[in-house]
Nanobody, 121 residues
Framework: QLQLVEYGGGLVQPGGSLRLSCAAS????????VGWFRQAPGQEREGISC??????STFYANSVMGRFTISRDNAKVYLQMNSLTPEDTAIYYC????????????????WGQGTQVTVSS
């Protein structure tokens, strides 16, 4: 059973950067498409980025386009977040699943517990 853990959240000032990591146990990530999601208090969960496993295609929500970059190696998936604003404050989750074509990248069967990102001065 694949289990996911997110690392790298924390408190950062506006304009700053953070790098989130998504690591797997129980199975390897290199057969799954992986996505990053976030949920702010009182808001619905938002899919912000995903990366395929077949060809490394990446997709981004408009809210993070040009500021966030998703990448992967054989063991982990990363989300580099630059130019952070208070609106980026949320719990960030990674998720994995069998790849599908399109902007969703996968049917997400596996979810991490989330890591808090707070952007504040």
């Amino acid at each position: 059973q694949l289990q996911l853990v997110e690392y790298g959240g924390g408190l950062v000032q506006p304009g700053g950067s953070l790098r989130l990591s998504c690591a797997a146990s129980g199975a390897t990530l290199d057969v799954y498409a992986v996505g990053w999601f976030r949920q702010a208090p009182g808001q619905e969960r938002e899919g912000i980025s995903c990366i395929s496993v077949s060809d490394g295609s990446t997709f981004y929500a408009n809210s993070v386009m040009g500021r966030f970059t998703i990448s992967r190696d054989n063991a982990k998936v990363y989300l580099q977040m630059n130019s952070l604003t208070p609106e980026d404050t949320a719990i960030y989750y990674c998720a994995a699943g069998p790849e599908i074509k399109g902007r969703s990248c996968a049917f997400y069967d596996y979810w991490g517990q989330g890591t808090q990102v707070t952007v504040s001065s």
